[in-house]
């Protein structure tokens, strides 16, 4: 995906032409908004070494959406992320 520029350099670099015809082409337009997963399925896919010490959330995190769990069990780890639409583990945050 490109966005083009033409800049005409005699007029002090002013912006003369934007494309950006392929951005809004490729543009992601079908984020679902809902999750297929429920709080309660999303929590059992996590491992079982795991406590879940809060509820989860829905969050977006790199543009998934995803339910961010607060466990413990884990030294440092704080949350582990799964995708509420096909249950995978999108990652965790560590206590910093």
Do not use: C, W
């Not at 995906?1 to 032409?17: D, S």
């Not at 934007?18 to 059992?44: G, I, T």
């Not at 509820?55 to 543009?63: Q, Y």
């Not at 466990?71 to 509420?84: F, H, S």
């Amino acid at each position: 995906m490109t966005l083009k520029t033409k800049i005409f350099m005699l007029a002090k670099g002013r912006l003369v032409q934007f494309d950006a015809v392929n951005y809004f082409r490729y543009y992601k337009q079908d984020f679902p908004l809902r999750p297929k997963l429920s709080p309660e399925e999303a929590a059992h896919k996590l491992n079982k070494m795991l406590q879940i010490s809060g509820a989860p959330v829905l969050e977006v995190k790199d543009g998934d959406l995803v339910y961010a769990i607060p466990v413990k069990g884990i030294d440092l780890v704080r949350k582990i992320y799964i995708n509420a639409i096909n249950g995978d583990e999108e990652g965790f945050d560590y206590v910093t």
